[in-house]
């Protein structure tokens, strides 16, 4: 019985050898890829290629469907997968971001399948419903021993190169960044492609925020990498993906599409008169704040030395800036150091203290 068991197990083992060989979804690699696939010059048919990890769990469902389209495509149509985890200059030169990404490419251009991962939806897709999606030339394999552009700004020397305030040096993309940062080490070979691509256009830069504290402290650096892009004295922070395509797109037009902030000066303030914020005093604040018609105040009590306080600076500001319209929420900041009485009457005892007053009742932010 013994011996039964263990033929069935080493014939379905035998199977599933068979089954992986016999498999129409060609495996690529960094050494076959440009052989096998003829992307640029468009000689070896159509490809369809999945960028997958191995761990990842759509990529597994995906899978099985994968292995039934290649039976199923017209014969000029190449059914592929690679894994970018292994290759990662493959991953690097196709801006990889997300699991699985998958790419169809024809006559020397690229289109980015975001369809039903179904057998009928793709092949709805290959047999034309790629001609309503903007086409992109095939990326070019980077040279790695390519000269990189990525300037390092310091505390000492940020606004003298940046000139950010009066934005007359030049547009800056700066990435506040901490060695340690797994999502950083990734974003730095697609940061140095943009360097390349964009030089002479936009100047590219980073800043390690745990040497440079003072710099982190002053754009209110919360996580990392954090990247802002810093245009005509303004200054925009970037959210969207972290490829070369978004990246470039962002920083030759699309930050256009935000609201700039004001560059906050070297000790972490803005101009009084580019400020959203209130300012409040012992003398202003009962006549300000609790008339009834005044509607809700946030206040922030600060004190100029203390470092969660530069941090929250230009969260505060935006704050102020988003609800400057509303006449039923004011944004507002007391220097606690100034404004003894205040700090006393509202029992300020650490900085930054948040206090929301509305109807003369008072709630505190924790």
């Not at 925020?209 to 003072?214: C, G, I, L, R």
Request: net charge negative; aromatic share 12%.
């Amino acid at each position: 019985m013994r011996w039964f068991i263990a033929c069935v197990v080493l014939l379905f083992g035998l199977l599933g050898v068979i089954a992986d060989t016999d498999s129409k979804v060609v495996q690529l690699t960094s050494d076959n890829f440009v052989s096998l696939t003829q992307l640029h010059d468009a000689t070896n048919g159509d490809w369809l290629i999945k960028f997958y990890a191995p761990w990842c769990g759509h990529c597994k469902r995906l899978a099985p469907i994968f292995e039934e389209l290649a039976t199923v495509v017209d014969p000029n149509v190449h059914i592929a997968e690679i894994d970018v985890e292994a290759h990662t200059d493959i991953k690097e030169q196709f801006g990889v971001s997300g699991y699985p990404t998958l790419l169809f490419f024809k006559q020397g251009q690229m289109y980015h399948y975001k369809g039903e991962r179904t057998v009928d939806g793709f092949q709805t897709f290959l047999r034309g419903g790629y001609a309503a999606l903007d086409a992109k030339p095939v990326p070019k394999k980077r040279d790695p021993n390519a000269p990189t552009f990525v300037l390092e700004l310091t505390t000492d020397n940020f606004d003298t190169k940046t000139q950010a305030a009066t934005g007359t040096n030049g547009d800056w993309l700066v990435k506040f960044y901490a060695p340690w940062c797994g999502h950083c080490k990734q974003l730095a070979p697609t940061y140095e492609a943009l360097s390349q691509d964009v030089h002479g256009q936009v100047n590219i830069a980073h800043v390690d925020v745990t040497v440079h504290e003072a710099l982190g402290e002053r754009f209110g650096i919360q996580g990392f990498p954090t990247t802002l892009f810093f245009s005509g004295g303004k200054m925009y922070d970037y959210s969207g993906p972290r490829n070369l395509d978004s990246l470039t797109s962002f920083v030759l037009g699309g930050f256009r599409e935000k609201q700039g902030d004001t560059v906050p000066s070297a000790d972490g303030t803005l101009p009084e008169g580019d400020s959203a914020i209130v300012t409040l005093t012992t003398k202003t604040f009962d006549s300000v704040v609790l008339t009834p018609s005044s509607g809700g105040w946030f206040i922030k009590f600060m004190a100029p030395w203390c470092g969660h306080c530069k941090k929250l600076a230009r969260t505060w500001e935006k704050l102020a800036q988003d609800l400057k319209d509303d006449a039923n929420v004011h944004i507002a900041k007391v220097d606690a150091t100034i404004e003894d009485d205040l700090k006393l009457r509202f029992q300020v005892a650490g900085y930054p203290t948040l206090l929301f007053i509305k109807d003369n009742k008072m709630h505190k932010y924790s």
